[in-house]
């Protein structure tokens, strides 16, 4: 079951639709890793920007007239869109292959739902993009959906990602020379007290 196409449950899950969306984050998490490399920089701060980007990105998204396929349920920090007429998605840091956080969704997602929904039906999805691989191959983005029970009965990885080598410009830049920036002393309260007996 999990090897069938999202848009066999859902026409919105397109090919297109889930190659943009999976294309955004992992641009931002490849951008947030080579820009943070700080020696004061660790993985928590890359992960907490990472996680941080990726939630804004997917709002602006769903917030993008250009793209009236993404709306957004909730902004919050449980960031949760729809693609099209479709079920709640939300974005998570997991490991794809054994996802831990699934359960906690579908209690909320159950919480929603007016009528049960039969086992082959979509109740919800998650999209998880993974870290970059020990042997070095580029991460992935995973689009799985989970039925009523918690069963897999979808797990789409993304064909395309960014790569994470890239080119070093070794040029160094003309320097330019910039002026002093103008001063003022703040007047505190003994150069007040001194005003004070002058007058």
Not at 42 to 52: L, P, V
Not at 64 to 71: D, K, M, R, W
Request: net charge negative; aromatic share 8%; proline share 6%.
């Amino acid at each position: 079951m999990p090897d069938q196409h999202p848009s066999t449950f859902c026409k919105d899950f397109t090919e297109e639709n889930l190659q943009l969306l999976s294309n955004c984050l992992l641009q931002v998490r490849h951008d947030v890793f080579q820009l943070m490399q700080d020696p004061l920089d660790d993985n928590y701060t890359r992960e907490c920007a990472a996680f941080s980007r990726s939630r804004n990105a997917i709002i602006a998204m769903c917030k993008n007239l250009e793209l009236p396929q993404f709306s957004l349920i909730n902004g919050g920090m449980d960031v949760t869109f729809c693609i099209g007429n479709s079920i709640p998605i939300r974005f998570y840091r997991d490991d794809p292959h054994n996802p831990q956080k699934s359960d906690r969704f579908r209690q909320k997602s159950q919480n929603r739902e007016l009528f049960p929904t039969n086992d082959q039906a979509v109740l919800f999805a998650m999209l998880v993009v993974e870290d970059l691989n020990i042997d070095g191959t580029e991460p992935c983005a995973y689009f799985i959906g989970f039925n009523k029970l918690d069963e897999k009965l979808f797990r789409w990885c993304s064909k395309e990602s960014v790569s994470i080598a890239s080119e070093i410009d070794e040029s160094v830049p003309q320097s330019v020379s910039i002026s002093d920036p103008v001063l003022e002393k703040k007047d505190t309260q003994s150069q007040q007290k001194k005003n004070k007996k002058k007058n």
